[in-house]
């Protein structure tokens, strides 16, 4: 079975400022994905990065990068330079052979001006 | 030009009633799924189709009934509704599987189902 764990509830930041929101993961499989999404008061669920579970190099995209620590299977979101528009609910996910993705229970973020 | 839609966006409805949602995807994706998040915003997936065809049920109640006319749709139609169907539901799709499932996805809007 695989399990998501993010252990942050809930989160704040100063606006413009670096965060990092912590994923850990578990998994049988050598070969699966990791995401992060981002869902804010909308309700849209939101793909803000994914990362290759057999890529070394760690995804970035623009403000947004990950650690990913593939033995301690951990999976950190970083987020540098935060908006206002970044507050919302963080969710990592874990994708593999079975068809579907398995979420962690989220972080919600908050951006203080 | 929505990727993903679903309709409606919202659904308020009494115990005992039948309703649908509909999922439309325009991004030419295999496979679609099904997902609820209940009021704690936890997330687990309900159905999976993959080309018109279950390729995921999981533990749900028999109440839920997915129907994929084409690749392109993918409804849910949920019987005798009770209570504790209220959820919001997400439609996603993802393209065509490689082989291992991992590929991107892509969810809709979301209906807020609320059961009176």
């Known amino acids: 079975a695989q399990t998501v764990t993010q252990s942050q509830p809930e989160m704040s930041v100063q606006e413009a400022e670096t965060v990092t929101l912590s994923c850990t993961y578990d998994t049988s499989e050598n070969n699966y994905y990791l995401f992060w999404y981002k869902q804010p008061p909308s309700r849209q669920m939101i793909l803000v990065i994914r990362q290759e579970a057999y890529k070394q190099q760690n995804a970035t995209e623009n403000r947004f990068s990950v650690n990913f620590q593939k033995a301690a299977k951990s999976f950190s979101l970083k987020i540098s330079d935060s908006q206002l528009g970044d507050t919302a609910m963080y969710f990592c996910a874990l994708g593999g052979s079975n068809y579907k993705l398995t979420f962690g229970k989220g972080t919600l973020l908050t951006v203080n001006p | 030009d929505t990727a993903v839609s679903q309709t409606p966006k919202y659904l308020v409805t009494q115990m005992g009633n039948d309703k649908s949602i509909k999922c439309e995807q325009n991004l030419g994706h295999d496979t679609m799924y099904w997902y609820k998040q209940d009021s704690k915003k936890f997330l687990k997936i309900m159905f999976s189709y993959n080309n018109k065809e279950l390729i995921i049920n999981e533990t749900v109640p028999n109440r839920f009934s997915p129907k994929s006319p084409d690749k392109a749709h993918l409804n849910l139609h949920i019987n005798s509704l009770e209570l504790g169907d209220s959820a919001v539901y997400f439609c996603?799709?993802?393209?065509?599987?490689?082989?291992?499932?991992?590929?991107?996805?892509?969810f809709g809007p979301g209906t807020r189902l609320t059961v009176l």
């Open positions: 996603a799709s993802s393209a065509r599987l490689a082989g291992d499932g991992t590929d991107t996805q892509y």
